[in-house]
C-alpha cells in the first residue's frame, strides 16, 4: 500500500525558518515531490528529490532520504506569500503516478 | 507561458445527472491524470492517461469514467453524480519519462446537491 505523513498544519513567524516534514511508505518508490499550493489555486512545483541529500533553490530547500523513508522542505527567510498548503507527493515508476500526503497548511505570522 | 485548463471553475449540478468535467493542456504532454482533493485526504488520483483513447484507473475510479479522444484534451464523466462526489477537482498532465514535473490546472469546484 501507499501511504505519506505529513503535519496537517503549521505556523510560523515571518523571517524565520520552518522545516515541514514527510514520511513515506511506498512500493516502486522513485523519487519525491514537493507542491506549493495557495487557497483557490492550483498546485505548482517546488522540487523533485531522487538522490538523498539536500538541493537548494533560493529560500526553499528540500532533503531526501531514502533509507529511512524520509523528506523535508526548508523555508528561509519566511515571508507572509509563503503562507499556502504544502503537498509532498511519492512518485511510482512503475506507474508514472504520484500519491500525495494531505498537505500541510502553513500559516506565516507578523 | 505552459497552460492547463478546464472548463468551468464552479458547477452546481443535482443527485443523478450526467457530469462533464474537461480538461485542456497546450504543452504537448502526453500524460493527463484527473485528482480529486478534499480535506485531510489530500489529492486522490481518479484516472490517468498515458496516450489517446488509452486510460488507466487510479486509486478510487468507482464512480467515474474518462475519455481522451485528442491528445490535448482529458475529460473526466460523473455518469449519475451523487453528493458523496461533492469536491475540488484538479487536471494535471506531464510529459513522458521518469519523474516529470505534473502541471495542474486551477480546478473545478463541483457541488453537487
Known amino acids: 500500500g501507499q501511504n505519506i505523513d505529513q503535519p496537517t498544519e503549521m505556523t510560523a513567524t515571518e523571517g524565520a525558518i520552518v522545516q515541514i516534514n514527510c514520511t513515506y511508505q511506498?512500493?516502486?518508490?522513485?523519487?519525491l515531490f514537493w507542491y506549493q499550493q495557495h487557497a483557490g489555486e492550483a498546485p505548482t512545483f517546488l522540487s523533485y528529490n531522487v538522490l538523498d541529500g539536500l538541493e537548494e533553490k533560493g529560500r526553499f530547500s528540500s532533503f531526501l532520504s531514502r533509507s529511512k523513508g524520509y523528506s523535508y522542505l526548508l523555508l528561509k527567510e519566511l515571508q507572509m506569500k509563503d503562507s499556502a498548503s504544502y503537498l509532498c507527493a511519492a512518485y511510482n515508476n512503475a506507474g508514472n503516478m504520484l500519491t500525495f500526503g494531505g498537505g500541510t497548511r502553513l500559516m506565516v505570522k507578523p | 507561458d505552459v497552460k492547463v485548463t478546464q472548463s468551468s471553475r464552479y458547477l452546481v449540478k443535482r443527485t443523478g445527472e450526467k457530469v462533464f468535467l474537461e480538461c485542456v493542456q497546450d504543452m504537448d504532454h502526453e500524460n493527463m491524470f484527473w485528482y480529486r482533493q478534499d480535506p485531510g485526504l489530500g489529492l486522490r488520483l481518479i484516472y490517468f492517461?498515458?496516450?489517446?483513447?488509452?486510460?488507466e484507473k487510479g486509486d478510487i475510479p468507482e464512480g467515474y469514467s474518462v475519455s481522451r479522444e485528442k491528445k490535448e484534451r482529458f475529460s473526466l464523466i460523473l455518469e449519475s453524480a451523487s453528493t458523496n462526489q461533492t469536491s475540488m477537482y484538479l487536471c494535471a498532465s506531464s510529459a513522458p519519462g521518469t519523474g516529470q514535473e505534473q502541471f495542474f490546472g486551477p480546478g473545478t469546484r463541483l457541488t453537487v446537491l
Open positions: 511506498t512500493s516502486g518508490f522513485n523519487g
Open positions: 492517461s498515458y496516450d489517446v483513447k488509452m486510460k
